[in-house]
């Protein structure tokens, strides 16, 4: 009976559009929007672990290097040399901690998991149901562009509530 997915041909010959076609295109869609939030949910988290790590191997030796550069400096006076190599060194990875902000990034990206894994679930609730709308879709694509900004976003401050996409 059907010639496409999009015509039906009823018994006397005549062409009608087929009444699923855009029901079908909306759970496609959906479908489609799940697998994105899939993948970026994913890449929000390698990308959080890198920068976790990042962090750690920025921070921890600059914190190594500052407290061995004092507790040298302040031992002899043949040590000042080192310890003021030692310095620089913890001055170094403290600069490069600081310019790539590892730690703003892996909170970004955190944030970002968060509302990938949101989306996610609300269009996998959604294709559960048996009828689909325009305002489903529409729903989602707003949850998309959180996800997306939610790499952009400030941390919260202290005392405010954050803002929780409705």
């Given at each position: 009976m059907c010639c496409n997915s999009r015509m039906v041909t009823p018994a006397d010959g005549?062409?009608?559009?087929?009444?699923?076609?855009?029901?079908?295109?909306?759970r496609a869609e959906i479908e489609r929007l799940r697998e994105e939030a899939t993948h970026q949910k994913r890449l929000a988290h390698?990308?959080?672990?890198f920068?976790?790590?990042?962090h750690i191997v920025l921070g921890f030796p600059a914190a190594l290097l500052a407290g061995?550069?004092?507790?040298?400096?302040l031992a002899t006076a043949d040590a000042?040399?080192?310890?003021?190599?030692?310095?620089?060194?913890?001055?170094?990875?403290?600069?490069?901690?600081g310019f790539l902000r590892s730690d703003v990034r892996c909170?970004?990206?955190k944030r970002a998991r968060h509302a990938w894994a949101a989306l996610e679930g609300r269009a996998t609730v959604k294709l559960a149901r048996e009828?689909?709308?325009?305002?489903?879709?529409?729903e989602l694509l707003d949850h998309r562009?959180?996800?997306?900004?939610?790499?952009?976003?400030?941390?919260?401050?202290?005392g405010s509530s954050p803002a929780l996409p409705g």
């Amino acid at each position: 009976m059907c010639c496409n997915s999009r015509m039906v041909t009823p018994a006397d010959g005549t062409r009608v559009l087929d009444p699923d076609g855009p029901e079908r295109r909306l759970r496609a869609e959906i479908e489609r929007l799940r697998e994105e939030a899939t993948h970026q949910k994913r890449l929000a988290h390698r990308r959080a672990e890198f920068w976790t790590k990042a962090h750690i191997v920025l921070g921890f030796p600059a914190a190594l290097l500052a407290g061995t550069a004092g507790a040298a400096g302040l031992a002899t006076a043949d040590a000042r040399i080192p310890a003021a190599l030692l310095a620089l060194a913890s001055a170094g990875f403290a600069a490069g901690a600081g310019f790539l902000r590892s730690d703003v990034r892996c909170r970004a990206n955190k944030r970002a998991r968060h509302a990938w894994a949101a989306l996610e679930g609300r269009a996998t609730v959604k294709l559960a149901r048996e009828r689909l709308s325009a305002e489903d879709l529409a729903e989602l694509l707003d949850h998309r562009q959180a996800a997306l900004s939610a790499y952009d976003a400030e941390d919260p401050q202290p005392g405010s509530s954050p803002a929780l996409p409705g």
